[in-house]
């Protein structure tokens, strides 16, 4: 699959920003606008934030600045993830970049304020709904806060210390190069899009091979330039948790999710211990289905059953995102419907695009979704998934402050990864016999829980052995790294695949290590969503309450905010139930199989 140049898509295929700004002169006026208002404020407040009263005006001024320099960070960085190659964007992304270090270090004396202030005041401001997640924010990083001083130059020091992620990004989006390949005398293009959008899980076991050697080889040529950006990041990371008097670089990036340790670690061992074996017997049979002799790592994203893969357009996309979506209710579809009309998805899979999706929110805007369109079904769980972070986005925007409006990452992928369960239930109930309700259910693994339970639960857990090695003083290279990973698979996996070389060198597939312990908070999300999902499923005020959940954003910290939809992460036993869950799953495609007697005729 040969990726085209961007002015080839047509323009339905491109998401339109002019919601933001009209243009690149318009985004510049804004941020002149934005600088006035930082002046002012810094005039304002500089030394008259003493008395409760003087935060509480200030807090009402300053919503305001952020809300602008939130239109501003999107609209700066969206043009480059479409366009790597883009002088242009790339300029724009810059003068994003440094207008928020400049308006970060002007504002961070409000910041130094709040914090030196006294305890009285900041309980008396968290009172006021309003303000209540930012403050509870405030009081964890009181207890680590360095002085102004050094807060500001840390502040300073903010472009730089995204280097390791921004030199990553790059080099996945326009250097990982991987040579065309041959099957049957077919010449097949590979690129990072094509192989993961495409070819991991095409139905011709020579092309998912001779695809994934092809698209290892791409990685292996950048491999200890990955490494070292990678180290680089991770002892950033252990150096300003030392910096701020953590216990280990564990706490300091779990701190600002507003959860601890165990609830990480918890996580990670209980998905490996007890729902391997059920990922494992599900790969066993995709094998004998598929008339395999061995899963390799190439062929553990095979479909099940590859004859009733569907292309998709996107026009049936909409027609498919928005009927799953009718149990969450009108108020629901009423807010997302729009998404197509209004462009907020850029589709097009063009040439040095970012390979990676995502959702982003310029606050009371609307929602924008990056993705690579390739016309297969995994692709409309990527567009639910990320119509799901958008619908979180309008509700939380709606309902909420500015300041309390995000969700914490530990349960910030529950709303995408409800999104599709809510699809494959759609597709299950549509169709009419086993061979089709099998694959509606073979993909809510592959799609779903495979991409979330497994794919970024075992980032994780290479992560978590990653930054021990740094707690114990050690270093890696990219050696050790194909190593670690390799460990992991290998121990997640048993005898279902085979595990090589190539395989090691996941690691560099994924942009999240880059962005703190954030991996393992796709499973966490998506416990949630499962207990959300069942609720709706049993209980006629399930979707009610998902709702409220979704309007509460921030505001509540993770363990009250789980408990609106019932769910107590402060114990196993929703991991346990959502483990359960995928354990009937597979037995119900084991049953569909035995019942179509697939095993001896396909």
Same mark, same amino acid.
């Not at 991991?200 to 001779?210: A, D, G, S, T």
């Not at 695949?497 to 954030?518: K, V």
């Not at 409220?548 to 509540?556: A, I």
């Given at each position: 699959m040969k990726l085209k140049d961007r002015t080839s898509f047509p323009e339905n295929e491109l998401w339109d920003l002019s919601a933001l700004y009209q243009d690149r002169e318009d985004f510049l006026r804004a941020i002149d606008k934005a600088m006035e208002d930082i002046y002012l404020f810094r005039r304002n407040y500089f030394d008259g934030l003493n008395e409760l009263e003087d935060f509480e005006e200030a807090f009402l001024a300053l919503e305001q600045i952020y809300?602008?320099?939130?239109?501003?960070?999107?609209?700066?960085?969206?043009?480059?993830?479409?366009?790597?190659?883009?002088?242009?964007?790339?300029?724009?992304?810059?003068?994003?970049?440094?207008?928020?270090?400049?308006?970060?270090?002007?504002?961070?004396?409000?910041?130094?304020?709040?914090?030196?202030?006294?305890?009285?005041?900041?309980?008396? @401001?968290?009172?006021?709904?309003?303000?209540?997640?930012?403050?509870?924010q405030t009081k964890i990083k009181k207890a680590h806060y360095l002085g102004a001083e050094r807060e500001q130059l840390l502040t300073q020091l903010a472009d730089t210390f995204s280097a390791p992620q921004d030199i990553y990004t790059k080099m996945r989006a326009g250097d990982f190069k991987m040579e065309d390949f041959e099957v049957d005398g077919?010449?097949?293009?590979?690129?990072?899009?094509?192989?993961?959008?495409?070819?991991?899980?095409?139905?011709?076991?020579?092309?998912?091979?001779?695809a994934f050697r092809s698209f290892s080889n791409g990685l292996r040529q950048h491999q200890h330039t990955a490494a070292a950006s990678y180290l680089a990041q991770v002892k950033l990371?252990?150096?300003?948790?030392?910096?701020?008097?953590?216990?280990?670089?564990?706490?300091?990036?779990?701190?600002?999710?507003?959860?601890?340790?165990s609830m990480f670690d918890r996580q990670i061992d209980l998905i490996i211990s007890d729902f391997a074996p059920i990922a494992q017997n599900y790969l066993k049979h995709v094998a004998k289905i598929n008339k395999l002799d061995k899963m390799t790592f190439a062929d553990w994203k095979l479909d099940l059953d590859n004859r009733l893969n569907p292309e998709v357009t996107i026009d049936q996309a909409y027609e498919l995102v928005m009927k799953s979506l009718k149990p969450l209710g009108d108020v629901y579809t009423k807010e997302v419907k729009s998404y197509q009309t209004?462009?907020?998805?850029?589709?097009?899979?063009?040439?040095?695009?970012?390979?990676?999706?995502?959702?982003?929110?310029?606050?009371?805007?609307?929602?924008?979704?990056?993705?690579?369109?390739?016309?297969?079904?995994?692709?409309?769980y990527t567009l639910i998934h990320e119509i799901g972070h958008s619908g979180q986005f309008i509700f939380s925007d709606n309902h909420q402050s500015y300041f309390n409006t995000h969700m914490s990452t530990y349960y910030v992928e529950a709303p995408s990864t409800l999104n599709e369960l809510l699809l494959s239930d759609y597709l299950e109930k549509a169709f009419d016999n086993p061979r089709q309700k099998r694959f509606a259910l073979a993909h809510r693994l592959t799609d779903t829980y495979f991409h979330n339970f497994i794919t970024h639960l075992l980032e994780a857990a290479f992560q978590r052995r990653v930054y021990t090695l740094i707690e114990e003083g050690k270093t890696f290279g990219a050696e050790t790294l194909n190593r670690i990973m390799k460990d992991v698979?290998?121990?997640?996996?048993?005898?279902?695949?085979?595990?090589?070389?190539?395989?090691?060198?996941?690691?560099?597939?994924?942009?999240?290590?880059?962005?703190?312990?954030?991996?393992?908070?796709?499973?966490?999300?998506?416990?949630?969503?499962?207990?959300g999902y069942l609720n709706i499923k049993k209980d006629k005020d399930g979707?009610?309450?998902?709702?409220?959940?979704?309007?509460?954003?921030?505001? @509540?910290?993770?363990?009250?905010?789980?408990?609106?939809?019932?769910?107590?992460?402060?114990?196993?036993?929703?991991?346990?139930q959502t483990i359960a869950f995928l354990d009937q799953t597979v037995q119900q495609i084991i049953a569909y199989s035995e019942e179509l007697q697939y095993d001896n005729t396909l």
């Open positions: 809300i602008q320099m939130s239109h501003i960070e999107n609209y700066s960085f969206m043009p480059q993830t479409t366009d790597y190659g883009n002088e242009e964007f790339a300029q724009i992304a810059q003068t994003g970049t440094d207008f928020m270090t400049k308006a970060r270090v002007l504002l961070s004396f409000f910041d130094d304020a709040l914090l030196c202030t006294t305890d009285s005041i900041l309980d008396q @401001l968290e009172k006021n709904h309003h303000l209540s997640s930012y403050i509870r077919k010449i097949y293009s590979n690129s990072f899009v094509s192989y993961e959008n495409f070819y991991q899980n095409h139905e011709n076991h020579l092309v998912r091979q001779k990371e252990k150096e300003i948790a030392h910096l701020r008097g953590y216990d280990s670089v564990f706490d300091y990036l779990l701190a600002e999710q507003e959860v601890d340790r209004e462009r907020w998805v850029d589709f097009a899979a063009n040439q040095g695009k970012d390979s990676g999706g995502y959702a982003t929110d310029p606050y009371r805007v609307h929602p924008y979704v990056l993705m690579s369109w390739t016309g297969r079904l995994s692709d409309v698979l290998e121990e997640f996996w048993g005898d279902a695949i085979e595990i090589d070389d190539d395989a090691a060198l996941t690691w560099m597939r994924q942009s999240h290590y880059y962005m703190g312990l954030y991996s393992y908070t796709y499973s966490a999300g998506l416990v949630i969503s499962t207990v979707a009610k309450r998902w709702l409220e959940f979704l309007k509460s954003g921030g505001s @509540l910290p993770p363990l009250e905010t789980a408990q609106i939809i019932g769910a107590d992460i402060s114990t196993e036993e929703p991991l346990r």
